[in-house]
């Protein structure tokens, strides 16, 4: 009876050490792809697909550091230092704060003050002083309460920032979501989707109005995805997936 428990205890032991093995090895293997420059570069982008005359682009890039008439970026309601605590992601990769620093703390102190809240699908249209970043126009869009986030409430963000970008008469803009940014869960494909599938309806809806000569806007050429390097592959798919169900 001994001898039987004594070798179950060294079957378990044995699996443990090999588990952690194997876990070890994976992330070895997770740490070399990355030196080794498997994730996509800075600056990586292709244009995924085209609907309506509109070229839709996934791009790597920190909204920070996109040159672009219009730059949209989400936000949820405030808690203190939320841009910067775990589980927010690293400042390295953190593209909201990057877009805070580059403002001087503005998006920190408007949300701190209360002046701009988060609200669902709360905007704030800010214009960036001159060498602070690329972008012409920055919108920012409200997600809410983090607790209560649903990848389905991007639809809607996409398809306000449709309308807004073609209310300001800009051709072409660029959308970062931030989920990842502010260290909430969320279904990247999902995400991505959503965005884009929301962002043409919205696109769809105004031209009905204009062949009823009840809305004028400039046409828009580009609609472009911001995401990070880790995230730009299911990106891309997901607005494959999007762009087979408008064309079909």
Request: proline share 5%.
């Amino acid at each position: 009876m001994n001898c039987t428990h004594t070798r179950t205890r060294c079957h378990k032991v044995s699996v443990h050490i090999l588990g952690v093995y194997l876990l070890s090895l994976s992330l070895t293997s997770i740490s070399a792809n990355a030196q080794t420059g498997t994730l996509p570069k800075i600056g990586t982008s292709s244009i995924v697909g085209k609907t309506d005359g509109i070229d839709i682009e996934a791009k790597v890039q920190s909204p920070s550091a996109q040159a672009t008439p219009l730059q949209i970026a989400c936000v949820f309601e405030y808690t203190a230092n939320d841009l910067t605590t775990p589980p927010a992601l690293p400042a390295n990769l953190n593209g909201m704060l990057h877009v805070d620093d580059a403002l001087k703390g503005l998006i920190t102190g408007l949300r701190a003050s209360g002046k701009f809240k988060g609200y669902l699908y709360e905007t704030l249209l800010i214009t960036p002083a001159p060498g602070t970043m690329p972008a012409k126009q920055l919108l920012l869009i409200g997600l809410g309460d983090r607790n209560k986030f649903d990848p389905d409430i991007m639809f809607t963000v996409g398809a306000i920032g449709m309308r807004e970008a073609l209310r300001l008469g800009v051709t072409s803009y660029s959308h970062a979501s931030n989920l990842k940014d502010a260290g909430v869960e969320s279904p990247t494909a999902v995400v991505a989707s959503n965005v884009v599938k929301g962002a043409v309806e919205a696109y769809r809806t105004q031209a009905y109005l204009k062949e009823k000569n009840m809305s004028a806007y400039k046409p828009l050429t580009k609609m472009t995805l911001l995401s990070g390097p880790a995230f730009y592959e299911v990106s891309t798919q997901a607005i494959k997936e999007a762009m087979a169900s408008f064309n079909n």
